[in-house]
């Protein structure tokens, strides 16, 4: 998975959480998939995400319409916030790679804090605005389907399995068992 296709579905998660297995679906798909454009992808993804989520959850046409509206509205609001966490963190690394000043290194982490401060409260708005709509144990579920997609994504792009059942042996290294010759 090349960079862009990580930074996208990870800013995806971000906005609209999803079922895992969705994303290897979609790299399965043919080329003429992959030639949608970046506006056109995510249209398509979050509308495939809506109708499992609301099908996961058992949402009627009311509660499935009331919650893709909260999470537009949310996605946009936390757009800004996923824009300064990217700056933020290049900010570090460029701090890091120069051996930057303690002052510098003080302000960077003093906007991480201001940033976690301000993504936290934007979650507790959401949660609330998302507790008009659905259950408690329906919100619940929608953050364990955030969960195992971003799981899913970190393994995808550090080459890992797309199973649930861990790291996927590299085999050949130090420590690799012998072929069996079954």
């Not at 906005?15 to 003429?32: K, V, W």
């Not at 990217?86 to 701090?95: D, E, K, N, S, V």
């Amino acid at each position: 998975m090349n960079r862009f296709m990580g930074a996208l579905l990870l800013g995806l998660l971000v906005a609209m959480p999803s079922i895992p297995g969705d994303l290897e679906a979609r790299q399965r798909q043919g080329p003429e998939r992959r030639e949608m454009t970046r506006e056109q992808m995510e249209e398509r993804v979050m509308r495939e995400f809506e109708s499992r989520i609301a099908e996961a959850l058992g949402l009627d046409a009311s509660s499935r319409e009331a919650m893709r509206t909260a999470l537009e509205e949310f996605r946009s609001r936390r757009a800004p916030l996923l824009q300064e966490r990217l700056r933020t963190q290049a900010r570090m690394r460029r701090h890091l790679n120069a051996e930057g000043s303690d002052e510098e290194a003080r302000a960077i982490l003093a906007s991480l804090r201001s940033l976690r401060v301000r993504e936290v409260a934007l979650q507790g708005e959401e949660e609330e605005r998302l507790l008009t709509i659905l259950t408690p144990g329906q919100l619940l579920r929608l953050h364990h389907m955030r969960d195992q997609f971003a799981q899913r994504i970190r393994r995808l792009e550090s080459g890992g399995p797309r199973t649930e059942a861990g790291p996927r042996p590299r085999g050949g290294g130090p420590g690799a068992p012998e072929p069996s010759g079954h």
